[in-house]
C-alpha cells in the first residue's frame, strides 16, 4: 500500500473516526496506523517532529503531513472526493459553519461529555450537558426536512458532526428527543463504505 494515504488514528477518539469513515466512504485508498495513545507514543519525538500537536488523527500523504481532524477532510476532498464539497461559495460556506461546529460546540458538549464518562476526564458535566443541549437543538431544527445537513448530498459536515453526535449517549446524552438528528445519523450510516466507530463501555480509562 506504497501508494495509500496514511492515517494515524486511535479507534476511541472521534476526531480520528471521522478521517478514517470519510476516506472509506470516499474509496481512498488508506493505510490506519493505530497510535498507542494510552503508552504516550503521540508525544513520542518521532511523532512529534511530524505533527508537533502531538495529537490524532495525522495523515501523511507522499509528502505531504497533515494534522487537524477537519483540516484532513478538506484536503481529502479537495483531493480525492470533490464531491463531498460543493463547488459554489453558499454551499462551501455551509460546509465550513458546521466544520467549526464540529470543532467547538460538538467538541465542548457531547464529546467532552463522553470524555468525563468513557476517560474520567476532569471537566464540567453541566457545563457539557448544556452545550450539548444547545448545539443538538440548532441541529435537529436545522435538520427539519433535510436528509444532510448540506444540499441533498452528502459532504464533509455530515462526517464531521456523525462520529460524536452518534455517540453523545456514551457521555449520558440522550438522542432521544431529537429525530431529525438520529434519521441523519441513520443516513450515514446507509451510505456505502461506512465503517462505525466502536462503542466504548462507560468508565474504560483507555487514554
Known amino acids: 500500500m506504497s501508494n495509500a494515504v496514511r492515517i494515524h488514528s486511535f479507534p476511541l477518539s472521534g476526531h480520528a473516526h471521522r478521517v478514517v469513515l470519510f476516506a472509506s466512504l470516499a474509496g481512498i485508498n ?3 496506523i493505530n497510535v498507542d495513545l494510552a503508552k504516550g507514543a503521540h508525544k513520542e519525538p518521532a511523532y512529534l517532529a511530524k505533527n508537533p500537536a502531538g495529537q490524532v488523527p495525522m495523515i501523511e500523504d507522499g509528502g505531504a503531513i497533515i494534522s487537524d ?4 477532510l478538506v484536503y481529502l476532498a479537495r483531493k480525492y472526493a470533490p464531491g463531498y464539497i460543493p463547488n459554489d461559495a453558499v454551499g462551501e460556506a455551509e460546509v465550513q459553519k458546521f466544520l467549526s461546529l464540529a470543532a467547538g460546540e460538538l467538541a465542548f458538549g457531547p464529546a467532552a461529555a463522553r470524555l468525563i464518562n468513557v ?3 476532569p471537566l464540567d458535566v453541566d457545563f457539557t450537558h ?3 443541549a444547545k448545539v443538538l437543538g440548532k441541529l435537529e431544527a436545522h435538520l427539519e426536512g433535510r436528509a444532510f445537513l448540506v444540499g441533498d448530498a452528502p459532504t464533509i459536515a ?3 458532526i456523525y462520529s460524536y453526535t452518534a455517540h453523545a449517549p456514551e457521555g449520558g446524552v440522550s438522542l432521544d428527543a431529537y429525530p431529525n438528528i438520529r434519521r441523519l445519523l441513520a443516513n450515514v450510516e446507509a451510505l456505502d463504505g461506512f465503517v462505525p466507530m466502536p462503542s466504548t463501555p462507560v468508565g474504560l480509562n483507555a487514554a
Open 158 to 160: 455530515d462526517v464531521a
Open 30 to 32: 488508506h493505510e490506519i
Open 130 to 132: 448544556a452545550t450539548a
Open 69 to 72: 481532524s477537519n483540516a484532513i
Open 119 to 121: 476517560f474520567k476526564a
